[in-house]
Structures are given as C-alpha cells and as structure tokens.
C-alpha cells in the first residue's frame, strides 16, 4: 500500500510538472510581440525617462506582450519613419507628427483608424479639443500624449544682473539683445542646423506680425492665403532684424538644438524659445539654472496684427497604429496605453501639457511647467506649427527657406517670395 501511495505520489508530482510546463509553453506561444519606434534617444531629451517609464509600466501589467522599442533621434527619425511606412515595414506602434505631415500617411492608407477599434468611453478621456490635428474625414488617426507650446524662456538672474526688462514688445527685445550684446553675451539661444528650432521663432514672429488669421490661411493654405502680405513682409523684415543684431550664436546655423542648449543650460545664455518641453530640462535636479527660469509669452510687433495671448503649437504629435500590422486590437490597445500613460507621466516629470483626462496632486508639479499651463489657461488662440500643419515637401520647402535667412542667403523680401512658392 505504501509503495503504491508512493508510485501514485509519483504520478501526481509528474503530472504537475509536465502540466506545468505545457501551460508555461502554451502561454509562452501566446505571447504578442510589438514593436514601437519614437523619438527621445538622446538622454538631454525631457521626455525620454517619462516614456521609458511608461513602457515598464506597460511591460508589468502587459506580461503577455514583448515590447520590442527602438528609438533614434529626431531628425534621423523623420527619413527613418518615412522609408519604413513607404516599404510597408512601419512598427505596430510608432511616433510621429499630427496635422498635414500626419494626413499623408492617412491619405496613402498607411495608418489605422484608431477610433474604429476604441470604445466612445476610453475616447471620451481624452481632452476636448486635442484630436482636431489628429482627424481627417471623422475618424481618428494618432492619440495625443501632449499638449504643447513655444514660449519664451528667460533666464531671470541675467535680467536682474544686467538690469535689464523682461521684453513684452519687439522694441523692448531688441533694447534686451543689445545690452547682453554689448556685454558679451550671447543674447538668444538656436541650433539652425536642425531647421524645425528656428521655426520655433519665424512661427511666432509671423503670429504677431500678420496675426493668427493670415497665419492659420497660409500655414493650412486656405482661400486667400499670402505670404507676401504686408504682415508677412513685417515678420520677415523682422526676423532679418534679429539676425542683424546678433541674436543668435555665430554658428548658429551649423550646431544642433542640443548643442545649443547647452550654454543656455548652464546659465550662461539668457533667452531661448523653444517648446514647453524645455522645462523639464530647466528644472532637472543636476541643472544650473534650477529655479532661475521663467517662461513668458513671446513680445508683440509693433505694427502687427498679432495678439500677445496667441500660440504656436496643440496637440502636434502623438502615436499611431500601421495599417499593416498583424495584431490591430493589441497595437490600439498598446497606442492607447501610451498616450494616456506617457501624458501623465511627462506632465508629472514637467516635459508636456496633459491630453488626457486625470487626476493629479497638483503639489507634485513642478512650478515652471504650472505657469506655461497658467499662461495657455489665457490663450486666445492656439495655431500649429507651420512646419506640422504643411504637407510633404511644402514643411520641407518651410524650413529650408527658413534655414536660408539664418544663414544670410537670402533677404526678406527673397524670403516672403520663396514662401509663396508653397501656395502654388
């Protein structure tokens, strides 16, 4: 009898192992794997630890999905992104921008309709307002993770040093360039060489100058739109102003935004526009001008059309889902975890503005990231980047042209003329 309770024993602890085992492999065999691209490589990025933070989250309460992420810097990223998606060979999930550069991938099938595959409720989370870059013909195309700005930075310890006033109008910037100038100092931070950063000021220069309408015309080129208008002229007229006055480094046009950021860092450089993003950098443990920061809303023209309270950016960018993917319910799934998850964690990290509904210890958000949301609680409008809302080769034809007049290639009136050339 012994023998035979010790033979059965036996059996049983085999049977739990090789159970065990088939169940282990079985759900081994149902494991998904997705792969995800973005941005956010370089470790200067604010918004790198919040996403990598996102994704372990993911991975924890998701065992079933092997997440496969690969992400490149931003600018290698765009051709990166565009050769994949044209060979049919996009990851499951992957970001990218909203507005006219997103609508070609829309347009040539390439991405998914996320609305068709998520409840009305798991929508409804999602801030009103934020998905108007992200919808063509009623269905929606990327979720948002964020809403963003430019604001200008200024370093308040430079101001004060050099006794100078934080400007609210073109003549008051150019009264604060020169005296920086003539101290030594370097008055505005850019890096020319990625392009989209000097947009950052030609946008919101164009938004004073010719005002949001003239804007939101040629930068969607609606009816009537005309980059050769009388505010059109004043923006480039002015800008060309602000190269002359030595604004910018002198190599400006050859140095990335990352190696421009770094004197302004360090607190040796006491203006820079840029997105809102900025302040998480502003505001890291390890920075030197932790608490010396402020943003404030880019001067008025005087002349211009333009209101002080109007700004460039929204919901510009987000995740999508390929078309092509063979896992569609899990990608939207895995899209949508993202958004939703990387928006609260780079609002709490101080690197975005929240696209999604939540609840937060406001306690917990760093100070300089709550005045950018104070100062966009008064916007009277709010415009996309023209680099984001044009198409194709007309966002790549803007930041060329823009990149011309850094350099001094071209004049303000070569510039406005360039630009019309987009219209056509």
Not at 238 to 252: H, R, S, V, W
Not at 407 to 413: E, K, L, V
Request: proline share 3%.
């Amino acid at each position: 009898m012994k023998r035979f309770v010790k033979v059965c024993g036996i059996i049983f602890a085999s049977l739990i192992l090789f159970g065990g085992a088939a169940i282990a492999k079985e759900k081994k065999a149902k494991q998904t794997t997705l792969k995800v691209w973005s941005i956010w490589s370089a470790d200067s990025e604010s918004n790198k630890a919040p996403f990598l933070k996102t994704i372990e989250e993911y991975k924890k309460s998701h065992p079933e999905v092997k997440i496969e992420l690969t992400m490149t810097e931003a600018e290698a990223y765009k051709t990166k992104i565009r050769t994949a998606v044209a060979a049919n060979d996009a990851p499951d999930v992957f970001y990218y921008n909203a507005g006219g550069i997103l609508k070609s991938f829309v347009d040539a099938k390439k991405v998914l309709p996320i609305s068709d595959y998520m409840s009305k409720e798991n929508m409804s989370r999602i801030v009103d307002g934020t998905l108007s870059n992200m919808t063509f013909n009623g269905k929606v195309y990327q979720l948002p993770y964020t809403l963003a700005c430019s604001v200008m930075f200024v370093n308040t310890e430079l101001f004060d040093k050099y006794n100078v006033k934080i400007p609210e109008t073109w003549n008051e910037l150019l009264k604060a360039v020169k005296t920086f100038k003539d101290a030594g100092i370097t008055p505005m931070a850019l890096g020319g060489k990625d392009r989209w950063t000097t947009c950052m000021y030609t946008d919101l220069i164009m938004l004073r100058a010719a005002g949001y309408d003239e804007c939101d015309k040629a930068f969607y080129k609606k009816t009537g739109a005309n980059f050769q208008s009388a505010g059109m002229k004043l923006a480039a007229e002015k800008f060309e102003e602000l190269i002359k006055a030595g604004a910018f480094p002198k190599d400006t046009i050859a140095i990335t935004r990352d190696e421009s950021e770094v004197p302004f860092y360090a607190g040796r450089i006491p203006m820079y526009v840029n997105g809102n993003w900025t302040a998480a950098n502003c505001q890291a443990a390890s920075s030197a001008v932790k608490g010396k920061i402020k943003a404030v809303r880019f001067p008025t023209i005087e002349g211009g059309k333009g209101n002080i309270n109007d700004f460039m950016g929204g919901a510009a960018e987000g995740f999508c889902v390929s078309s092509k993917t063979k896992q569609k319910e899990k990608a939207v799934e895995l899209c949508a975890y993202l958004a939703e998850n990387h928006s609260r964690n780079a609002y709490m990290a101080g690197a975005g503005m929240p696209t999604w509904k939540m609840n937060v210890d406001d306690s917990k958000i760093d100070p300089l990231i709550k005045s950018i949301v104070d100062l966009t609680s008064k916007a009277s409008n709010f415009l996309l980047w023209g680099n984001t809302a044009l198409e194709g080769n007309d966002s790549e034809t803007m930041m060329d042209i823009v990149s011309e007049m850094l350099a001094g290639d071209i004049t303000s009136t070569q510039f406005c003329s360039k630009f019309q050339e987009i219209l056509k």
